[in-house]
């Protein structure tokens, strides 16, 4: 049988955390490129930016969210950032492991996912506890404070170590594939022998199309969550603040007239309108059913049968 290497001879933690699930995904990895969506990894570039810059530069925490500050070391313990390189050998094979994991301590190395979780992500975390000899390790989520996870060096299951790393190479050079969470996500599942055939083309799009719909959804909650939503509730609040100056300003103002103030126009003119009176005590609904949307008055029919002219003062800004 001919074993074709593929272009990266070395392994990764991400490349890893897959190929331990899928030796032919791994190998597919190996040639790729990127190994993730391009919204995934911009999205998750600025959230480690942010992280850099606090930690880095000294910058402040403008952004990141809460619980990830208090779930995070203290500057002081912080270790720059690097790459980091390690051999691992089994069985007379030699393998060239390299990785930079988001954050490190004297003891300790922390990832950070944006997303939701994935079993892959503790893998890699335990990938990045060999290659850096840390017994202590930390997953946080941007969006998901519930799902921080600490792993311990030697934890049952995922325990890495050069037969493994090894074992898992040897894999991805035999191309072997095997079913697991990852094939709902996995770029070739189309041409994969577990599946081809098997399913009809439409159904492995329904599942590709189901996989990037979740992708999008998350991406789409992070940022309401994150970013439109508190805009929008600042922008509620300085709606509600306006509206209470406009009718301070019209009481203390009520004659029409434009003024000139810093940069802007504030023009007082009079309105005409009809509204209900300010003493008006509606009929029942069993006097009068048809201004009413049950079980609400109809404020606007109430309003045709009942309204008074009144002269109001608008205030406009230009
Ligand atoms: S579809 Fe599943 S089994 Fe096939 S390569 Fe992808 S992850 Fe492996």
């Known amino acids: 049988m001919e074993i074709l290497l593929p272009k990266k001879d070395y392994l990764s933690a991400t490349r890893f955390a897959k ?11 190996s040639n790729e490129k990127l190994n993730i969506p391009d919204k995934v990894f911009e999205r998750g570039k600025i959230l480690h930016d942010m992280i850099d810059s606090y930690f880095q530069l000294g910058q402040d925490a403008f952004n990141i969210p809460k619980h990830m500050l208090e779930g995070m070391p203290d500057r002081k313990e912080v270790i720059p950032n690097r790459e980091y390189t ?20 004297s003891d300790k190395v ?17 990938f990045y506890m060999w290659l850096m000899e840390k017994p202590y390790g930390k997953l946080m989520y941007f969006d998901h404070p519930e799902l921080s996870f600490e792993l311990k060096e030697g934890r049952e299951k995922y325990i890495v170590n050069e037969e493994v790393i090894i074992k898992c190479w ?10 697991s969470y990852l094939c709902s996500s996995c770029p070739i ?3 994969c022998p577990e599946w081809k055939g098997k399913a009809s083309e439409e159904m492995l799009d329904l599942v590709e199309m189901n996989s990037k719909k ?14 439109l939503n508190p805009i929008n509730e600042q922008l509620s609040e300085i709606k509600k603040k306006e509206a209470e100056l406009r009718i301070k300003i019209a009481k203390e103002n009520p004659t029409p007239n434009n003024y000139d103030i810093a940069g802007a126009t504030i023009s007082i ?8 009176p ?28 009942f309204g008074i002219k009144v002269e109001k003062p608008t205030i406009t800004i230009r």
């Open 189 to 191: 599942k189309k041409t």
């Open 269 to 276: 003119s009079k309105r005409k309108t009809i509204e209900l």
């Open 110 to 126: 922390y990832e950070f996912k944006s997303g939701s979780h994935s079993e892959w992500h503790i893998w890699q975390l335990a």
């Open 170 to 179: 040897v894999n991805i050079l035999l191309n072997t594939p095997s079913r």
């Open 214 to 227: 979740k992708e999008l959804e998350e991406m789409k909650d992070h940022y309401m969550n994150n970013f």
């Open 19 to 29: 190929a331990i699930n899928c030796g032919l995904l791994g190998y597919h990895l």
């Open 86 to 105: 390690k051999l691992a050998t089994y069985n007379n094979r030699t393998l060239k492991c390299i990785g930079t994991p988001d954050l490190t301590t």
């Open 278 to 305: 300010e003493d008006f005590v509606p009929p029942s609904y069993e006097q009068m059913p048809d201004i009413y949307k049950q079980p609400e008055l109809d404020k606007k029919k109430a309003t045709e049968r």
